[in-house]
């Protein structure tokens, strides 16, 4: 079924993104300002039963995949029923994590058929993932990566580059790609409220490319699946690829069929969006929700919330913070 989800640029949106919680067990200083944030109360949160019913409502109205996300969705009590409910409605689902917790789900990933996992891991160096997350974990984390992997999930690496911080690991990555069916995937910074964004601190799709290229020498231009988020590629003998997701100097919005659904069940037509719509409420009084889904997509700007020249501090602060966006 093709998606009735048509923004008024003509791009139809069928991939949801669900955010299950704000809360997370890791502490990353780009994600999560240092002051923390003000945690959503509970009452304001979708119970499981609201996410199932809302994702249907976008289901029926031609949502194919659903991606779900945090804060960490692991932590979130009953995830085991929650995503095969999910898988019930017949759409692919995949999961961003950290990782932490994810060995304790593979087998019921297994069974679903949930096999596409993004982790979060910004540093190879344990002592760096201590100082970025402001936990320990890091053996747990690449434990559980090495099992995923071990068991042919998909799995794709989510690095966010920040000079000072980890670009200096750029090649490191790539090096996994080498005997392993692993994905690399690149983010440039991106400014959030309390993030203390400066594009000073940034790595560009340019510069990684030329990093990689300098080590590996042949780099190899992919075919980007359709509404791909990220220019992709593979060196040349390698079994893995990376992709560098250019927010900030490429941006790949022309292509875009992406929705996200905050936990407290507001939906964002884009993640810079500062405008969101309120779909839970109206789902809690008993209301179909589709045309409210159908009128929302009407108000979505062609490229990054209408900051298509710049990145505007007085935008992106007026935004949520990426914990409680969802990643």
């Avoid at 910004?122 to 760096?128: E, G, P, R, S």
């Avoid at 402001?134 to 099992?147: A, T």
């Amino acid at each position: 079924m093709s998606s009735q989800i048509v923004d008024r640029f003509g791009r139809p949106h069928s991939y949801l993104r669900i955010s299950l919680t704000d809360r997370c067990n890791l502490r990353c200083f780009y994600c999560m300002p240092e002051d923390g944030i003000e945690l959503m109360e509970k009452p304001s949160i979708m119970t499981l039963e609201e996410i199932i019913g809302i994702a249907k409502s976008f289901n029926d109205l031609g949502v194919d995949t659903i991606r779900l996300t945090g804060g960490e969705p692991l932590i979130r009590k009953n995830f085991e029923y929650l995503i095969q409910e999910l898988a019930n409605l017949g759409v692919t689902l995949k999961l961003t994590t950290n990782g932490i917790l994810l060995d304790r789900f593979l087998d019921l990933f297994d069974s679903i058929g949930l096999r596409k996992i993004n982790i979060s891991l910004d540093t190879l160096d344990k002592a760096k993932s201590v100082f970025i997350t402001k936990r320990d974990y890091y053996d747990r984390i690449m434990n559980n990566i090495q099992s995923a992997s071990d068991r042919n999930f998909h799995i794709k690496l989510n690095v966010v580059l920040i000079k000072g911080v980890n670009e200096a690991e750029i090649n490191d990555f790539i090096a996994l790609t080498k005997d392993q069916n692993i994905d690399i995937k690149f983010i440039e910074f991106m400014p959030f409220k309390g993030n203390k964004w400066d594009w000073s601190k940034g790595v560009s799709q340019e510069e990684i490319r030329s990093t990689v290229g300098q080590k590996f020498g042949e780099v190899l231009p992919l075919d980007n699946p359709k509404h791909s988020t990220s220019v992709n590629f593979k060196v040349a003998g390698h079994q893995g690829t990376f992709g560098i997701v250019s927010t900030i100097t490429n941006p790949f919005c022309s292509d875009c069929n992406r929705i996200r659904l905050t936990a407290d069940g507001k939906m964002k037509n884009c993640l810079f969006a500062n405008s969101e719509t309120d779909l839970l409420t109206s789902f809690r009084a008993g209301n179909d929700i589709r045309d409210l889904i159908l009128n929302s997509i009407q108000s979505k700007k062609y490229s990054r919330d209408g900051m298509e020249l710049k990145m505007d501090s007085d935008h992106y602060e007026n935004n949520r913070s990426m914990t409680s966006i969802g990643g």
